[in-house]
Each structure stands twice: as C-alpha cells, then as structure tokens.
C-alpha cells in the first residue's frame, strides 16, 4: 500500500503556489509518474491554444497589404489553400514570443499546417491525446504536399503516432508521402536546398565554436569521408591527438588554406574584441571574436599568435581601439596612428599636453549627405556588431546602416540616429505599417509592434542602467514617418 501522508493534493486538484509543497522525493512513485504524463498534455493542449493565437493575429495581418518590388516575398509564399500572411508577421512574432526568428516562422507554419492540413492531428492535440513533438513531427513533414495527401497520411499513422519514438513516426511519415506525393517530397528538398547555409554559433564551451554546413546528403558523407581519411593518415604518422580533434583539425586547415580549388586568393576577416586589462593579464573578462565569446587565456594566446599583444596590427591585417565608457558605452573608434597623433597634439589650446583634461576623443562628426562616411560606418558596426532589431543577431557584414529617424523627414546623418539592420529588418523598418523604432544617443534601441509589445535591445558592450532607472514606456501614440527606401 502507498502512503498518501505527503502527497500535496488529489490528483486533478490543482495546485496555486507549488513553493509551499514538501519535498517531492518522499512523494510515491507512481504519483510522480502520473504528474509528468498529466503535465505532457496540459503542454499539449497549451501548443494547441498557442497556435490558435498565432492564427488569430496572423488572420489580422493580410499579405494584400505588403508592398510590391524588389524584396517582396515572392506571391502564395504560404501553401497552397491557406490565406496569405505578411511577409512583416513573422518578425512580429519574434518580438511577441520573444523568440529568434527562425522558431517564430516555424510556430506560425506548423499552425497553418495543424489548421488547414491536419485538422484530426490538432483535435487530438487540443484534447491532450497526443504530444506536441509528435504533432510537430507531422506538420514538419507534410506543410508542403496537398490537405488530401495529409489526410491520407494522418489517417493512416494519427492512431498509432504515440506507440511509436518521435523519428519512427517521421520515418513512417515522410515514407507514405514519398509514396503518395512524390512532387511534395521533391520540393520539400528544394526548399531545403533554397535556404541551405554555413553557419557559426557558440559550442557551449567558452572559446569553442560550432562551424555547420547544410549540404546534400551525397556531399556531406563524401567531405566527412575525406576528412576522417586525412585524420587517419595523421594518427598514423604518429599524431597522439583524438581523432574527433585530429578531424576538426583537417577541416580548418582544408578551408583557411585551401590549394588547387580555382577559387580566388581570399583574406578572412576576424574581428577581435577585448579590453586592455584582460590583455595584459589584469582581467579575466572574456573577449569575442566575431562576436563569439572566448576566455581571456585563451584570447591572450590568440591575440599572441597573430602578433597582436604588442598591439600592433597582424600581416594583412588592421587594428583599431574601441574607446568605451565605465558603463561600456562606445565613445570612439581610433587606429593606433590617430591616437598617437591625437596624444602628441591635445587639445590644441593648452601647451602643457601632461596637465590637459579637456576631451579630444568622441564619435565622428554628423554629415550633411545621406550616406555615412567611413568614420561614421566604422563606429556604429564596433558598437552594434549586430543587426540590432529584437534576436535577429545577422552580423553587421550583413547589415545595413538605417537612419533611425528617417532623412527625407529631418533625420540626421549621425551616429546617434544610426543603427545596424540586416536586409530583412530594414525593408521592414521601411514598409511594414504601424511599426515603431527609437535609438537613444548611448545605442539603445526600442522596437514597438503593432500589436503593442516593445522590445530594448543594446549594444553589446553597453551596460544596462540600474533598476531604478528602468521605465516602461508606452507604445507611441502617432505612426512613425514614411522611412527612408533601403538600398538595391
């Protein structure tokens, strides 16, 4: 017989505040067991109700209303027999969820998929009868082929799904739809061959980095073919290295020093960010590359290999100093010429430079023309590194310069009224109606959708104010003004 002494409630009681429970290992076994399964639908049901939300704001964002031209998502970008949402919608999303926006495009295509393809799999799903994963696992595989194939599919495997493992059930899946609609499979591939990329993300180990490349399959089991031979023939010449290390090493090395490929001679760029106390030992503050974190040792190493700790710019290469505030706010961009240069002179009124305290350093100068100068574009990509729109991330080499504050409407060209944005977000920015964005002189920017919800986001090196100057603004009252046209 099973104590019932501890349990905290009858099952299907619920609970109002689950920190004045007791210790949940004297809690019996079984209970725990039926607890994980209960919480297993109540996600469910909650993904379900999720989706209907989404639908429910996309339904009020028409793609009727999004410009033509250049940029323009190409027409019926959603399914055949759904309704057109605008291309705008899913940066919305990102913003509402507060999500990146890669999982803000897949909430919403699952959704149209669960409505208007596999309405039996988003009953169940609504009633708890089967989990979101397995749900998701079936929208994934059958967004891009008819209702009437998904219907046949769902028939034939919506029954069974949760006897079988997630990827037994996408296996099974994507099998009846090879069979049935071997078009939808065909462009299923097409559209993952269209948005194939190389990407680099954080490893979760300081100073370790993910390098991925989305290839076909014949591809990518030929380069790793090639690669585990070239470790191989290391390990045989005597290399005491792993050979998962030994790998990684011949891939770096088979790119950054390619021969015999017919492509052109190319320099990379490697941004190195660091503070000169961690350089010099008196810091472990952590320093990026590209935008990617590294320890201080292991930054100090790097930044020895290249030659760079004297602080001297490596063979091909450039070195400029980013002046920071106490609170990390970027006051100016410098390369060690101008600096030395600007020491040598001071101010220019006082001749005793040892005793002089007036300021000489500061962002570049605003210009009357619309496009940046050089000084101005060096600034604001050192202060934002990043698109700055709400977890987008698009490195700014991707990136456009966008006056905040439009030109044709009074604007300034100056570097409190610029911010980085990727293509995306600047046609965005530009079209999109009842959006709002707002650049403060330090680099913050607060993005307001139209449904109300404002996201801040700052540069990376600057700190964020104490608590007690955190003010929750409300959404604008007026519409932004027509924005400048983004580039070609």
């Not at 210790?23 to 469910?44: C, G, H, T």
């Not at 293509?423 to 002189?441: E, N, P, Q, V």
Request: with cysteine; net charge negative; glycine share 8%.
């Amino acid at each position: 017989m099973t104590s019932t002494a501890h349990l905290p409630r009858p099952r299907g009681q619920v609970v109002e505040d689950w920190s004045e429970l007791p210790d949940r290992s004297v809690w019996p076994q079984e209970w725990l067991a039926d607890e994980l399964r209960v919480l297993q639908r109540r996600r469910a049901v909650d993904a379900a109700e999720e989706a209907e939300l989404i639908l429910g704001l996309a339904a009020q964002r028409p793609a009727t209303a999004d410009p033509d031209g250049p940029g323009a998502r190409r027409p019926g970008w959603t399914a055949d027999g759904e309704p057109g949402v605008s291309e705008f919608f899913v940066a919305e999303l990102s913003v509402v969820l507060n999500l990146g926006r890669g999982t803000a495009a897949h909430r919403l295509k699952r959704a149209l998929t669960w409505r208007y393809k596999l309405p039996a799999t988003f009953a169940a799903l609504k009633a708890g009868e089967i989990d979101e994963r397995r749900a998701d696992a079936l929208a994934d595989v059958l967004a891009h082929t008819s209702a009437d194939i998904a219907g046949q599919v769902e028939d034939a495997l919506l029954p069974g799904a949760c006897d079988l493992s997630v990827y037994r059930l996408r296996d099974r899946a994507t099998a009846l739809l090879l069979q049935l609609d071997t078009a939808a499979a065909e462009e299923r591939r097409k559209d993952a061959e269209r948005t194939a990329d190389v990407r680099v993300y954080p490893s979760g180990v300081e100073g370790r980095a993910t390098l991925a490349a989305d290839l076909p399959t014949d591809e990518a089991a030929e380069c790793h073919d090639l690669v585990d031979q070239l470790a191989r023939m290391l390990e045989a010449d005597g290399d005491a290295r792993p050979i998962g290390q030994l790998r990684a090493h011949v891939l770096s090395a088979l790119i950054r020093r390619a021969a015999d490929n017919g492509l052109p001679q190319v320099s990379a760029d490697v941004r190195i960010t660091a503070g000169l106390d961690c350089l010099t030992g008196a810091s472990t503050a952590p320093g990026e590359v590209n935008g990617l974190p590294i320890t201080a040792a292991h930054l100090r190493e790097l930044l020895a290999r290249v030659g760079a700790l004297g602080l001297t710019a490596p063979d091909g290469g450039t070195l400029t100093y980013a002046i920071t505030g106490p609170d990390g706010r970027l006051l100016a961009t410098m390369t060690p010429a101008e600096l030395i240069r600007l020491a040598r002179r001071a101010c220019g009124e006082h001749r005793d430079r040892g005793s002089c305290s007036c300021p000489v350093l500061g962002p570049p100068p605003p210009t009357d023309a619309y496009a940046p100068t050089d000084r101005q574009c060096a600034f604001v990509t050192t202060r934002d590194q990043r698109c700055r729109f709400p977890n987008c991330g698009q490195r700014t080499g991707w990136a456009d310069l966008d006056h905040v504050h439009p030109h044709a409407d009074g604007g300034v060209t100056d570097c409190t009224n610029l911010c980085c944005l990727c293509r995306s977000h600047h046609r965005l920015k530009t079209f999109a109606r009842g959006w709002h964005f707002r650049l403060t002189d330090d680099g913050t920017l607060h993005v307001t959708t139209p449904s109300g919800v404002t996201r801040t986001t700052r540069p990376p090196g600057l700190r964020p104010p104490p608590p007690s100057v955190l003010i929750d603004r409300p959404p604008p009252t007026q519409p932004p003004p027509a924005d400048d046209p983004p580039p070609p």
